[in-house]
C-alpha cells in the first residue's frame, strides 16, 4: 500500500487593485470648463448683449401678445395636424384602394413642398381662385364672399401649418398602429368587435407608445416653425420682437428676448413630453424612466461609486 505525500497549499500572492486612469476624461472636461468660462465672460461683460433692453422688453405688452399668438397657433396647428394625421393614416391603411391613392397623393404633395411656400400660397390664395360663391353650379351664383376677408393672415397660417404638419403626422400614427400586434386585431374581430371600436379601443391606445416621442417632437418643432408666420405678417412671438427692434434699432437683445421665451416654452412641452411618455409607458416590458424629482431625490440621498478597476499582482 501507498503512502500519498501530503501537499501543503500555497498562499497565492496578494492581489492590488489599482484603478483604471483616464486623461481623456480629465482633458475634456478641462476643454468644456474653459469654454463655459469664456461663455459666462462674454455674457457678462459683452456691451452689445445690453441686458438692460433684455430687462426692459422681456414682459413687454408686444412680446407677451406675439407670445400668446405663437401658442394659439401652435395648438390650432397642431391639433388639425393630429386629427388629420390620423384620418390620412386609416385611409393608407384602407382596403379601399381610393382612399390610400388619395391619402399617399397628399402626403406626397405637402411633404414635397416646403412649409414656407404653402404658407405663401395660402396667403396669396385670392390670387387662384378669385371670390368664393355658392350658387349653381356653371350658372347663377346667389351669394358671394371675399376671399381676403375670409382668409386672414392667422387663417393663412393655420392652413399652412396644420395641412402640412398632418402629412407628417400621418406617418407617424401609421407607423405606431403597424407596431400593434395583428393578433389584437383578430382577437377583437372575434369578440365582435366593429372595426373602429377595435381602432379606437384596442389599437390606438397601444400604438400611443409609439406615437407619443415623435408628436412630442413636432409639437416642439411646430412652436419654432411658427416664427414663418412672419413671413405672412401675422404677428406671433419673432414678428413681435422685429416691430420693435425695427424702432429701436435694438437688434441683438430683441432677439435674446424672444429666444428665451421659445426656450422656456420648449422646456414647459418637453416636461409635458416625459411625462406623457411614462403615463404610456405603463404596462410595457421595460421599467419606466425615473421622474427628474425621483432622480433628484435618490441622488441627494445616496452616492453610487463604480469605479473601474484591473487586477495587479504586487
Known sequence: ??????????????????????????????IVLVLAAMLV???FTNPNLDWG????????????????????????????GIVGGVVLALMRLSANPMLSSAAWLYIWFFRGTPVLVQLIFWF????????????VPFGQTFITWDVNSLVTTFIAAIL????????????????????????????????????????????????MRVIIPPTGNETISMLKTTSLAST?????????????FNANYKTIPLLIVVSVWYIIIT???????????????RGSSRALPPTPLQRLRRNLTTFHVKPQTVLERS
Do not use: C
Request: aromatic content about 6%.
Open 267 to 281: 422646456s414647459i412641452l418637453s416636461v409635458g413630453q416625459y411625462y406623457l411618455e411614462r403615463r404610456y409607458g
Open 124 to 135: 396669396n390664395i385670392k390670387a387662384l381662385i378669385g371670390d368664393v360663391s355658392i350658387g
Open 160 to 207: 399652412g401649418l396644420g395641412l402640412n404638419e398632418a402629412a407628417y403626422m400621418s406617418e407617424i400614427v401609421r407607423a405606431g398602429i403597424l407596431s400593434v400586434d395583428e393578433g389584437q386585431t383578430e382577437a377583437s374581430q372575434a369578440l365582435g368587435m366593429r372595426r373602429l371600436k377595435i381602432m379606437r379601443r384596442v389599437v390606438l391606445p397601444q400604438a
Open 53 to 80: 433692453t433684455f430687462r426692459q422688453y422681456f414682459f413687454q405688452g408686444g412680446i407677451l401678445r406675439g407670445l400668446v399668438a405663437t401658442l394659439e397657433l401652435t395648438v390650432i396647428a397642431m391639433a388639425m
Open 1 to 30: 500500500m501507498t503512502q500519498t505525500d501530503t501537499v501543503e497549499p500555497v498562499r497565492p500572492e496578494t492581489i492590488r487593485a489599482v484603478p483604471v486612469r483616464h486623461p481623456g476624461r480629465w482633458v475634456s472636461g478641462a
Open 232 to 244: 405672412v405678417a401675422f404677428t406671433e412671438l419673432l414678428k413681435a420682437g422685429e416691430d420693435i
Open 41 to 43: 465672460h462674454m455674457l
